[in-house]
């Protein structure tokens, strides 16, 4: 079963705004993770942020983690059409990394 | 170019019919494991494998074997292929199951008619 929820599920912005995407969980975690799907390919893991670690950084992306409410948010600064694309947070279980539904993210250029 | 690759990227199968994923890796990893994608249901396990030799059942198995004979291999085998299988199927790998990022493959994209 997915542990990750997305929210929103779909996301519309201009270029050069700020894109945030919301995840929950439901149980205890070691690590989160955020992948970017674009459409008809893999996905690409993003970064990885620890059940001890509260901020984490990676060029134009941030990611929170906050394990008392169980949430994580992605925000990506200064959107580029390019980063169109499906974004997935993931948890581990016992065995893999479960992943959520996603949330679409469209950029207009 | 190091990474997972899968193949067939398309195949359309009639109800019955059996087939194989194949998958590849070769970055070395420990883990692989097999998702399938369905619109709305984010990505599903369906099996999966800590090393050569040892594989499990991830939450969706039914109707699916795997092996893993050596490190690189995974390869998934459709059994008796039903429409409910219908689906985008990747593959992934990762040093280990949790706690390291997973390199996923392009995915296979299995139509059962």
């Known amino acids: 079963s997915q542990q990750g929820e997305e929210d929103p599920q779909a996301l519309s912005i201009q270029e050069g705004e700020n894109a945030t995407m919301n995840c929950s969980y439901k149980?205890?975690?070691?690590?989160l993770q955020w992948y970017r799907q674009n459409s008809g390919r893999g996905l690409v893991h993003l970064i990885l942020?620890?059940?001890?670690?509260r901020e984490k950084h990676s060029g134009r992306l941030r990611v929170t983690l906050d394990t008392s409410k169980k949430s994580s948010s992605l925000l990506i600064t200064a959107s580029r059409a390019a980063d169109t694309a499906s974004y997935f947070c993931a948890t581990d279980g016992n065995n893999d990394m479960r992943f959520g539904a996603g949330t679409r993210l469209t950029v207009k250029p | 170019n190091a990474g997972v690759t899968q193949t067939p990227k398309f195949q359309v199968l009639k109800t019955g019919q059996s087939m194989t994923l194949q998958c590849a890796q070769d970055?070395?990893?420990?883990?692989m494991s097999w998702y399938r994608q369905d619109p709305g249901m984010g990505l599903r396990l369906i099996h999966y494998s800590v090393g050569a030799g040892i594989t499990d059942q991830g939450e969706v198995p039914n109707g699916y074997n795997v092996s893993r004979s050596t490190t690189e291999d995974f390869p998934l085998r459709l059994l008796s292929a039903a429409p409910s299988q219908t689906s985008v199927y990747f593959c992934?790998?990762?040093?280990?199951?949790?706690?390291?990022?997973?390199?996923f493959g392009s995915g296979t994209r299995l139509t059962v008619v």
């Open positions: 970055m070395n990893h420990e883990y």
């Open positions: 942020i620890r059940s001890n670690e």
């Open positions: 992934a790998s990762s040093y280990r199951e949790t706690g390291y990022g997973y390199t």
């Open positions: 149980t205890s975690i070691n690590n």
